[in-house]
């Protein structure tokens, strides 16, 4: 049974930090990433991260954002700081399991940058 975790969200003022964990369970991943989506907009790619350490961001978050996995817990955290009120979404952790085009998802947590 594949189960991702999300944990982490939550109301900040902007420019303030948040950090998200996502544990993975049930596989072994070959990619793990973290999307988002606001009211009205099509989910996004923020960051993905593989096995080895590749790590890719979306121009909008590069600088701010830092991916992280730890291969032997199979969790990936997403740090986020200098947070502005269009990084308000929901962020849902993805991941890939090794050697089919077979993906999975998280809840999603809910990422609110507000004064």
């Known amino acids: 049974q594949v189960q991702l975790v999300e944990s982490g969200g939550g109301l900040v003022q902007p420019g303030g930090s948040l950090r998200l964990s996502c544990a993975a369970s049930?596989?072994?991943?070959?990619?793990m990433a973290w999307y988002r989506q606001a009211p009205g907009k099509q989910r996004e790619l923020v960051a993905s991260?593989?096995?080895?350490?590749?790590?890719s961001y979306a121009d909008s978050v590069k600088g701010r954002f830092t991916i992280s996995r730890d291969n032997a817990k199979d969790t990936v955290n997403l740090q986020m700081n200098s947070l502005k009120p269009e990084d308000t979404a929901v962020y849902y952790c993805?991941?890939?399991?090794?050697?089919?085009?077979?993906?999975?998802w998280g809840q999603g947590t809910q990422v609110t940058v507000s004064a």
């Open positions: 993805n991941a890939k399991k090794i050697f089919v085009n077979q993906y999975y």
């Open positions: 049930g596989s072994i991943f070959s990619i």
């Open positions: 991260i593989t096995s080895g350490g590749s790590t």
